[in-house]
């Protein structure tokens, strides 16, 4: 009898057990977008999270979310999305940086992409009909303009700069040229990877009397670190993106990332619930902002700094 009621309760559980596959397999999925972070750093996780947000708030739960992150590397970022392309439950994709967005581009051309964190969307060849976006450029003039304002009395400027990257370099050219239109002298800073921008920028601390840093997802990646080595030498470091002054610089003008990834998000909102064409959206520009840490403001005047705050 007990024999019984043991082979009974088995055939149940494997019945049971053989149902749930079944089921699951049969399973209608849910449409997803697959996002693609080409790294990890506070800009690119609020713009994430901000696309998140405003497609949860348009479409509710009917869409599901895959997020990959390439950890900083181009073949990473072109493995995963090749992967993520042959996903048939994938309706549309979310790129975070210029190499995330290359990769998809690279694979799909039917299916709508959208991206924000990249800085020459036509440049990095994302002018296509089923990609829109949000640009993060802005007139690097403005940031050396700005760093000269709180530093008046500065002659030598560092300049960090990722020479592995075609954006960075452009970048570079840029602040190089408004250097010249303030008779500051540019020190580069140069490093391809974390560990070489740290040593370089350790090295070169002490002939600056201010940096600034320009968008490039390696630099951003070390911003804490970045920012203690200057602060240490009580020299004022001045970035293109005002998400990362809550990780050490004095001050930041750049962009907003979590209402970038926010408005991309709309914008996806837009085509899967209104069947607006992607291309009728296109590549959209923002406006950049101020922002200033007056904790690390306060620290460098009690250590020497003459800084202006207007």
């Keep these: 009898m007990r024999v019984s009621i043991f082979g009974v309760l ?3 559980c494997l019945l049971a057990g053989i149902f749930f596959v079944v089921k699951q397999r049969n399973a209608v999925k849910k449409p997803t977008i697959a996002i693609l972070q080409i790294a990890s750093h506070m800009a690119l996780d609020a713009a994430r999270d901000g696309f998140m ?5 348009g479409l509710g739960d ?5 997020i990959k992150n390439a950890d900083g590397s181009v073949a990473n970022a072109q493995t995963i999305a090749q992967g993520l392309v042959a996903r048939s439950e994938v309706k549309g994709f979310f790129a975070l940086g210029t190499p995330a967005a290359q990769a998809l581009v690279q694979q799909e051309t039917q299916r709508p992409i959208f991206f924000t964190a990249v800085t020459y969307p036509e440049k990095s060849g994302l002018a296509q009909k089923n990609v ?8 690097l003039e403005k940031l050396v303009e700005f760093a000269h304002a709180l530093v008046p009395e500065a002659k030598n400027i560092g300049v960090l700069y990722n020479p592995g ?9 840029e602040i190089e040229r408004a250097c010249a239109a303030k008779n500051l002298t540019p020190v580069l800073i140069a490093g391809v990877t974390e560990s070489d921008i740290l040593g370089a920028l350790k090295s070169s601390v002490r002939k600056i009397e201010v940096c600034v840093a320009p968008t490039d997802n390696t630099i951003s990646s070390v911003m804490p670190a970045i920012a203690e080595i200057c602060k240490k030498a009580h020299v004022p470091l001045i970035v293109a993106d005002k998400t990362l002054v809550a990780s050490g610089p004095l001050a930041g ?23 607006c064409p992607v291309s009728e959206i296109g ?4 406006e950049p902002e101020i922002a200033m840490n007056e904790a690390v403001f306060e620290e460098l005047v009690q250590g020497g700094c003459n800084l202006k705050n207007n």
């Design 132 to 139: 829109a976006g949000i640009s993060d450029f802005f007139d």
């Design 283 to 286: 590549i959209l520009n923002a």
């Design 53 to 57: 947000e405003s497609v949860h708030a």
């Design 10 to 12: 088995g055939i149940t």
């Design 62 to 66: 009917e869409y599901a979310f895959i």
């Design 165 to 173: 990257s075609e954006v960075t370099q452009a970048e570079m050219h």
């Design 253 to 275: 003008i750049g962009m907003d990332y979590y209402q970038l990834g926010f408005d991309a998000g709309l914008a996806a909102v837009k085509v899967f619930l209104e069947g």
